[in-house]
T-cell receptor, first 111, second 114 residues
Framework: KNEVEQSPQNLTAQEGEFITINCSYSVGISALHWLQQHPGGGIVSLFMLSSGKKKHGRLIATINIQEKHSSLHITASHPRDSAVYICAVGRGVHGAQKLVFGQGTRLTINP | DAGVTQSPTHLIKTRGQQVTLRCSPKSGHDTVSWYQQALGQGPQFIFQYYEEEERQRGNFPDRFSGHQFPNYSSELNVNALLLGDSALYLC?????????????FGDGTRLSIL
């Protein structure tokens, strides 16, 4: 079983729909990251959170530490939101942090 | 302010060859991490360099080695290439000094093994 599990693996929706991507993890973490990867391969960091909720534009990320669960929400989705969204947890060793990634959720927003 | 830059962007090698990938961290960052991302999978941690030393290592064989230079740039070397080494190799930089530091990613090097 992977340390970080995402669902769904693939998601197709119509423009304007509310999107939710879920992430569960099974290990202790320093922080949880939501990342966006476009077809070219580059990864952009969307959020880093260790408690509560963060909002940036139409994106909202929440985390429940007790339940080891996080969600990424996209309101008023747009075709430009189409990408792979990856959840990753930061694990610290001797003051360093490495990221353990989920397998990603491929999101397609149709106009 | 330049972000993380990686070179080359694409590379084709044959089995048994050796390859070197390069990474320049974001200005002001001193820690470099390398990840391997196979097609359709999430990235896997290879190793991390800080102060020119390997600080952490993931579950990768000794064929994978690295180096960090005094200017914080880094190289990833892979010897005796296998078909299974075909992947996108991502470099990420961050600041040392504790947990919870955000990592900034380069666009990756896509390595194809024939």
């Amino acid at each position: 079983k992977n340390e970080v599990e995402q669902s769904p693996q693939n998601l197709t929706a119509q423009e304007g729909e509310f999107i939710t991507i879920n992430c569960s993890y099974s290990v202790g973490i320093s922080a949880l990251h939501w990342l966006q990867q476009h077809p070219g391969g580059g990864i952009v960091s969307l959020f880093m959170l260790s408690s509560g909720k963060k909002k940036h534009g139409r994106l909202i990320a929440t985390i429940n530490i007790q339940e080891k669960h996080s969600s990424l929400h996209i309101t008023a989705s747009h075709p430009r939101d189409s990408a792979v969204y990856i959840c990753a947890v930061g694990r610290g060793v001797h003051g360093a942090q490495k990221l353990v990634f989920g397998q990603g959720t491929r999101l397609t927003i149709n106009p | 302010d330049a972000g993380v830059t990686q070179s080359p962007t694409h590379l084709i090698k044959t089995r048994g060859q050796q390859v070197t990938l390069r990474c320049s961290p974001k200005s002001g960052h001193d820690t470099v991490s390398w990840y391997q991302q196979a097609l359709g999978q999430g990235p896997q941690f290879i190793f991390q360099y800080y102060e020119e030393e390997e600080r952490q290592r993931g579950n990768f064989p000794d064929r994978f080695s690295g180096h960090q230079f005094p200017n914080y740039s880094s190289e990833l070397n892979v010897n005796a290439l296998l078909l299974g080494d075909s992947a996108l190799y991502l470099c990420a930089s961050s600041l040392a000094g504790g947990l919870g530091q955000p990592q900034h990613f380069g666009d990756g090097t896509r390595l194809s093994i024939l």
